[in-house]
Every structure is written in C-alpha cells, then in structure tokens.
C-alpha cells in the first residue's frame, strides 16, 4: 500500500538550517509529482513545496522561497526538504503529500522547533 515516511525534523535555532527526507513507497514515485506541506500549532495546514516528477521543476511558497529546496532522488523513492535560514514562523508539523485520482495522500509527518 502507498506509504510516505517523513524524517528528519527536530529542533533548530533561528538561522539555522535543517533537511527533512521523505522515503515512498507503494506507487510509482518517479512518475509523481510530490508536495510539501507545514501544519503550525493552532493553524491550517498550508503548501511549502512542490517537485515534478522528474525533479527538473519545483515551485515554493512566497515565505519560503529563496530559502528553501526539495531535491528528490527517483531511484530511491525519496525526496527532501532542505531548510535554510529557519525562522520561528517555520515552526510546525510537516508533510510529504501527493494526490492521484483525485485522491490525497499523507505521510504521518515530522515535527520542526524553530526557537532560541
């Protein structure tokens, strides 16, 4: 069954920098274009990122953009999130995401502390 793993999340001071992963499995990865969202405390679930499938185009979210990318490597099934310059607003749960025939799906996510 599909399944999206997301890793990598922890604590980090402003300024700082950190490299989420999501490892897939379950569909074919390298035909999907793959997301990346943030859930901060008390707020909507809001889009960071978006890969193509091939990995050769990737859109962001004005907040982030110029700071943050989202390699992906198709022959690993996984794609990352590479944070720089962190702010406190970075703070949140995030999400690797796809949608195929209409349908969403989620990883469990992984957990970011921006503070001091």
């Known amino acids: 069954q599909v399944q999206l793993v997301e890793s990598g999340g922890g604590l980090v001071q402003p300024g700082g920098s950190l490299r989420l992963s999501c490892v897939a499995s379950?569909?074919?990865?390298?035909?999907?274009?793959m997301n990346w969202y943030r859930q901060a405390p008390g707020k909507e679930r809001e889009f960071v990122a978006s890969i193509f499938s091939r990995g050769d185009r990737s859109n962001y979210a004005d907040s982030v953009k110029g700071r943050f990318t989202s390699p992906r490597d198709n022959a690993k099934n996984t794609m990352s999130l590479q944070m720089n310059s962190l702010k406190s607003e970075g703070t949140g749960r995030y999400f690797c995401h796809f949608q195929l025939d209409a349908t969403d799906y989620w990883g469990q996510g992984t957990q970011v502390i921006v503070s001091s």
């Open positions: 379950g569909f074919t990865f390298s035909s999907t274009g």
